[in-house]
Structure formats: C-alpha cells, structure tokens
C-alpha cells in the first residue's frame, strides 16, 4: 500500500530471481523462506548467471514443494505456474561464461 510507484506485486504467483554472487545467499536463504510463506506464491524461480541452473520450486495442491534443478542448456524449465515452458537456451541466448578451473 505504501508503493506509490506500483512496482510492487502484493499478491504474487510467480517470483523469478537472478542470481548474482553478492545476492545469491540472500536471495537462497532469507528471502526464500519468506516467499514460500506466501499464500499466493505457486512458484518460484532461481536463475544463475554464471552458468546455465535453473532452480524452480512449485506450490502442490497438498501445500507441499515439488524442487527442480536443471543444468542442461538444452533442457526446458517448466514453469507450471503459468503453463510456460522456459527452454535454457533462451534463458542464456547470447551469454558467454566464463571456463570453469579445474585443478
């Protein structure tokens, strides 16, 4: 209500975050446990930008959360909540990470 600019949703169903690595344990950790508290929240969405992962987490009809993580670019994130599949190829179209260190 104190949103004069009405940029904030107040009863969201989805909630998708990019991750960065000076948010990322925030937005895991407090910010998280106060979405899944959400009585409309029926999914939620983590997306890292350092490498193709694709965290998504959906509200059941018994209240529970089914958890999904996908790695493949050539995998889709389906994101039930609004009957949308996610291909990670379109999520990552254009993004060039960094090689991994393997030592």
């Known amino acids: 209500p104190k949103d004069r600019t009405g940029y904030t949703a107040t009863n969201p169903t989805l909630i998708v975050e990019v991750l ?3 948010t990322a344990n925030f937005d895991f950790q407090d910010k ?3 979405y ?3 009585e ?6 983590l997306i890292a930008q350092d490498a193709p992962a694709v965290q998504t987490y959906y509200r ?9 993580f996908i790695t493949d670019i050539q995998a889709v994130a389906r994101l039930k909540s609004l009957s949308i599949d996610l291909p990670l190829a379109e999520v990552y179209a254009g993004v060039e990470f960094a ?3 393997t030592e």
């Open 32 to 34: 998280f446990k106060d």
């Open 40 to 45: 409309s929240l029926r999914q939620y969405v």
């Open 36 to 38: 899944l508290r959400l």
């Open 20 to 22: 960065s690595p000076s």
């Open 99 to 101: 090689e991994s260190k």
């Open 60 to 68: 059941q009809d018994d209240g529970s959360w089914q958890f999904d």
